[in-house]
């Protein structure tokens, strides 16, 4: 019976990417008290350019940047950060937001949501433009 031997084809590494209590912009996390809880994963991706509408999550979520820049403004402070490939960070919560493509490239992101069943990650505001035309 043979056994694996530590060779740099097989070694297991990790690497911390994020530990954090809160969210990028220094507001506390709470995590929902539910007896349905949820976690849902998203791979999202922005073409050079767009932008999302304003919009909030009502629960906390962490992102993950693959590839790209993404600028992500406050509407309350106007506030802004660029994330780019590689930056890991926890995304505020019922703070009316948008994200911003600001790259040549796609922006590809994956997200992950910690939330409750039947609860919508995403609340949009339609009726107040980003920009104006």
Known sequence: MGFAQNTSENIVKS???LQTKTTWNGAAIEFPETESPEITALHIEFAP?????WHSHPVPSLAYILSGELEVTLRESGETKIFSEGDAFAEVINTWHYGKNVGDVPVKLVVFYVGEEGIKLTEQDE???VREP
């Open 15 to 17: 690497t911390q990417i």
């Open 49 to 53: 350019g767009s932008e999302t509408t």
């Open 127 to 129: 009726d107040v433009r």
